[in-house]
């Protein structure tokens, strides 16, 4: 406002700001939150959202309720180490490894609220709101997988030690319910019979040599 000589109000000074693109930004930082929530609440994928540097969960959605056997708001009151079962030392160093982005692939042994452990593979990204870091982190289970990885292990070996004590060509066939046949071992014979290579030998390889083998 200024005035005259006589201290009365003659006119008024105003400033104008177009703040137009703000608001659209703003707005479009709205609609992109509203769209991750509903991500998040839907998916049926276990995810979490933890602070890095002490662990706690931030967030969790009902996938990650369901998994752990605990409430969402349960879990929000947790912190990670309750559930990863490597020592506190161990879980900080991977969660700043993550959030520093040095690593982003972990497997873990967690604990569910019934004390049943699964092992799990974790996914974990950094990202950033409100001027605060966060991992985002997606959960599979993957206990069956490891079971059955550990159980063809042990077949393999045991192919291995059958093979070295039995002469000639010693092989292993797999068919899937869908009729396609695997070779998922090769005895070191068949290099010698064959010239064929034990560790990339499949069952194309074999049928073609049939004449050979009989």
């Not at 912190?79 to 520093?100: G, Q």
């Not at 042994?109 to 593979?121: C, D, Y």
């Not at 010693?170 to 014979?189: N, W």
């Amino acid at each position: 406002m200024i005035c005259d000589s006589e201290g009365q109000p003659s006119f008024f000074i105003s400033q104008v700001q177009d703040i137009t693109e703000r608001k659209l930004a703003e707005q479009r930082l709205r609609e992109s939150e509203e769209r991750f929530r509903s991500f998040f609440e839907t998916s049926a994928a276990v995810m979490l959202i933890i602070e890095p540097d002490d662990g706690t969960i931030v967030d969790a959605n009902p996938a990650a309720a369901a998994f752990y056997g605990y409430a969402c708001a349960q879990l929000k009151r947790m912190n990670i180490s309750e559930i990863n079962l490597l020592s506190p030392e161990e879980v900080k160093r991977e969660c700043l490894r993550a959030k520093n982005e040095q690593r982003s692939y972990f497997i873990f042994p967690h604990k569910l609220a019934s004390g049943e452990v699964r092992i799990v593979e974790v996914r974990s990204h950094p990202i950033r709101t409100e001027g605060t870091v966060l991992l985002f982190s997606l959960v599979y289970d993957i206990t069956e997988r490891q079971e059955v990885e550990a159980r063809l292990d042990r077949e393999q070996r045991k192919l291995s030690q059958i093979a070295a004590s039995v002469p000639g060509v010693i092989h292993a066939l797999r068919q899937t319910p869908d009729g396609v046949i695997s070779m998922p071992y090769a005895g070191p014979m068949i290099r010698e019979v064959l010239g064929l290579d034990p560790a990339a030998v499949s069952y194309t390889h074999l049928r073609a040599h049939e004449t050979v083998l009989d």
